[in-house]
């Protein structure tokens, strides 16, 4: 009765955060699409920088606040800790506001060549801490198991910048650009702490000094996930950049959206791990193998029972999902589909086995996991598309997937934990019913 219910609320968790990702994921498609109509290209263009200069600056001032702050926060359920974080979210929101502040002269004049946007950049530093904020109360929500809240609030969030921004972009044009992204930001943030339960928001119980004492174990693990994500986001960055040099601007664009759609699919299924799962699994003892290898194969199954069935649609109507999202200039991107999409069930199985290295706070350990597959990964990219071009860069996504699997199947066994033959199974079949799927369309052609 305890597994069925175990497993019963794994399929509800996932099926309310992945739907919240997905009402997510639609909003911001309908903002992209609004400022496309209304303000045009160079508006999409100037969203895209505004946006990439934030998510770097805050992603290494926030050292991770959000998933480290979760972890802590599902270990000891203590009220200090959570009080800490909200504390350390205002510092490192703070911080990332004054970094902005002191290189926008810098920014500017290296994105545009001038500083005519030093000041809109400057102003961006509010977005930066409203973000951080926000990511304080996400932990808190997360960390204590309330994922309903946590998934409404980040629903309402993004609606309710969306509206905000819609009138901005009719009375501002251009300048409107950067107010919609610091209104975008507050916004989610406001609500975000309207949902963490009242009694966690009480007066404060400890000074700032005790703050630093009993956040900054959870910050130096953060600085190590910080690191790995910059090494991530490096591997992929020089990887579109060789594409750009040795081959043109409109292969980067067709793989950049081919990319995007598989990760964005991925990432609905994905978001739950990160906010339930990681807080189950963090709130286990090392000593309880049973109830850690247990939860492990539970996760494993419920995901793939609920993906792989989409993955398999969305190989069949390939065509028909590229249209519809882009438009037929992106066709040639189809081949890349059936092996990425065929990574996707080995993805969620790496992805299980990683957080259990994340939830023991092994920050070193899952550095050197995420460093040596960035660095394969990267050469089995090169090579696979000097030689396939994007039909076998598909199939180097599954063999980047693969070998991720393993490294954190060795990681994961320091632990004694690791997937079962069943699971295997079930991995191995996911996989080749999205690649059989993927021969179905070429037979009709």
Known sequence: MTNRVTT??????????????????VCSLVRAKIVAILLGPAATGLFAIFNNVVDVVGGVTRLDIRRVAQREISRTGSRNVIEA???????????????????SPLISKTTFSNFDMTFQFVSLGVALVALSLQEGYYSVMTGCGDT?????SQVLGSLTGLIVSIPLFLCLGLNSIVPSII????????????????????????????????????????????????????????????????WSIDIVGVYSAGSTMINRGAGLILAALAADYYTRISAISNSDLYSLNH?????????LALSVPCLV??????????????????????????????????????????????????GKMYLLCETISTLIGLTINILSF?????????????????????????ASRCYKVGIGVKEILFILISTGSIILSGLIPTCFD
Not at 148 to 152: N, S, T, V, W
Not at 210 to 217: A, E, L, R
Not at 295 to 303: A, E, S, T
């Open 295 to 303: 939860l492990v194969k539970q996760q494993i199954n419920v995901l």
């Open 313 to 362: 649609i969305f190989v069949l109507f390939a065509k028909t999902f590229v249209v519809l999202f882009y438009s037929t200039e992106y066709l040639s991107v189809i081949p890349y589909f059936t092996g990425a999409s065929a990574s996707v069930p080995i993805k969620i199985a790496s992805c299980v086995l990683a957080f259990i290295i994340l939830s023991r706070g092994a």
């Open 148 to 152: 309903k809240r946590f998934a409404i």
């Open 183 to 246: 209104v975008y930001s507050v916004s989610s943030a406001f609500i975000a702490r309207c949902f963490v339960k009242k009694e966690l928001l009480s007066d404060p119980m400890i000074r700032w000094h005790d703050v630093v004492k009993t956040i900054m174990p959870a910050l130096k693990f953060g600085l190590w996930i910080t690191v790995a994500a910059f090494i991530t986001r490096a591997g992929d960055y020089c990887f579109i950049a060789w594409m750009n040099d040795n």
């Open 8 to 25: 019963k609320s794994i399929f509800k968790s996932v099926i309310t955060l992945g739907g919240s990702q997905g009402l997510i994921v």
């Open 85 to 103: 974080v909200l504390k350390t979210s205002w510092l490192l929101g703070l911080l990332g506001g004054l970094m902005m502040v002191v290189l």
């Open 386 to 410: 000097k030689s396939g071009g994007l039909a076998l860069l598909g199939y180097a996504a599954l063999a980047n997937e693969i070998l991720y699997l393993i490294i954190v199947s060795i």
